[in-house]
């Protein structure tokens, strides 16, 4: 059986039942302890699995990855603190927020003043657990509200940490969903954050769901899915793959989509790559507010793709940015902070930009002296029964005239201020009439 056109797949899908079942995945992989190694990413791999196919790769502690090393494995059963009665007054299975990510194992009976060297708290939000993290410097911390902080009596403490770390692997997912061509599109998204939902299990479930959508039509391009600890996963993945790397002509790192924040495209270090025109054009064509921001070489990891050794064309396409929501890395990014409609409009987006960057074709006009004699051909016909006759008309004499084999439909959308939909609906309707020929570009 032929497979659809993921333009005829877009119109066809139930937004908000999809919404819901993101929202449900979002919600399963929440109270997973994860870090950037160990079962938790382990655990919530083997929950994408029955969804996507991915192949779950392990590489082991001391790997030298360019100038970096595979740090050691990190696992954690249980973490308390109890005060000298005996009464556990901050308990990891509550929340595993309030351990410091990476802790290194310790018992130990502390004073007050010792303690509190290693507690976490955030003033300005009193009730928020913040979320810290401690990979590659020793450490043991605790992370409480400064509500709690601020009640904590002088007295002696009792500390467990029942935490390893030794050599092991780190573990990232990938899934490749072969298209027509080699030539990839790279979705990157980061794995390794615990109980938090926009940042970034938003990120992970749209991506997993982009799969499942993707498999299931026919593609131009192969796309390439990475489920990857941050910075470590991205270096990991390109010291592994530099051969591999330069197949990745067009990438989106996916973070931050479940807010109700404006959507946020922060552009490829190239700046006028074709994801970013894609991305560019599908905001506009979202009829909502949006912000385009400039490459800077902070953030996720874009951060790697755009190193100048590679300079991979990926962008980074979220709602509201990381550090600039309050409760951006504490406990209060937690299930209600998300909520399916925006994964939803998320996913709307995301498959938008994929559709444009796969009909995104040059074509050839193949009557180019002079217009073509449209009645003649039936073309009439489509115009007169056409919703916006008047539109549908100007897109073909458009898409006619600039298909010169230089041109893209997106640049014809864009130079004729007419929707890439309708450009693409021409485009079509030419190629049926034997008007339009796909151009071959010579490799
Ligand atoms: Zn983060």
């Not at 615990?194 to 990120?203: A, E, H, K």
């Not at 941050?230 to 990745?248: C, D, V």
Request: with cysteine; aromatic share 10%.
């Amino acid at each position: 059986m032929q497979k659809t056109r993921l333009k005829e797949m877009i119109n066809s899908i139930d937004y908000a039942a999809a919404g819901n079942q993101m929202y449900q995945l979002v919600s399963d992989l929440y109270p997973i302890c994860r870090s950037i190694t160990g079962n938790g990413v382990r655990k919530t791999l083997n929950k994408i699995k029955p969804i996507i196919p991915l192949e779950v790769n392990e590489v082991p502690t001391g790997t030298k990855v360019f100038d970096w090393n595979v740090p050691q494995e990190w696992n954690i059963q249980d973490a308390w603190v109890k005060n000298s009665k005996g009464e556990k007054i901050i308990d990891f299975k509550k929340s595993n927020l309030h351990v410091l990510n990476y802790s290194a194992p310790i018992r130990k009976k502390v004073t007050l003043n010792e303690l509190k060297g290693h507690l976490y708290t955030l003033p300005d939000h009193p009730d928020w657990i913040p979320y810290r993290t401690s990979y590659y410097q020793k450490n043991w911390g605790f992370c409480i509200s400064h509500n709690q902080f601020a009640e904590l009596k002088d007295e002696s403490y009792d500390v467990f940490m029942d935490s390893s770390l030794e050599d092991g692997a780190l573990t990232f997912g990938e899934f490749h969903l072969k298209g027509a061509s080699s030539d990839e599109v790279l979705i990157s998204t980061h794995i390794c954050h615990p109980s938090l939902c926009n940042d970034n299990l938003s990120g992970m479930v749209l991506s997993v769901f982009l799969g499942k959508y993707l498999s299931q039509v026919t593609l131009k391009y192969s796309y390439r899915f990475l489920f990857i600890p941050g910075t470590i996963g991205s270096i990991t993945w390109l010291s592994l793959n530099e051969k591999k790397a330069s197949r990745i002509k067009h990438g989106l790192v996916v973070a931050c989509v479940g807010d109700s924040g404006n959507f946020t495209y922060k552009k490829t270090r190239q700046g006028n790559a074709e994801i970013d025109k894609v991305v560019g054009h599908a905001l506009q064509n979202s009829q909502k507010g949006f912000d385009i921001i400039d490459f800077f070489p902070y953030g996720y990891d874009e951060r790697q793709y755009c190193s100048p050794g590679f300079d991979l064309p990926v962008g980074c396409l979220m709602r509201t940015p990381h550090n600039e929501y309050p409760e951006y890395h504490t406990s209060a990014d937690n299930l209600e902070f998300v909520n399916p409609e925006n994964l939803s409009t998320s996913l709307a987006l995301y498959l938008d930009v994929f559709n444009i960057l796969e009909e995104n074709k040059k074509y050839m006009n193949q009557n180019p002296m002079c217009e073509p004699q449209l009645g003649r051909r039936g073309l009439y016909q489509h115009i007169g029964g056409h919703a916006d006759s008047k539109k549908i008309q100007l897109a073909l004499l458009w898409t006619l005239n600039l298909s010169d084999g230089r041109h893209t439909l997106l640049d014809i959308s864009e130079r004729s201020g007419l929707d890439f939909s309708l450009i693409l609906e021409a485009a079509d309707i030419l190629v049926e009439k034997d008007l339009l020929k796909e151009h071959q570009i010579q490799n």
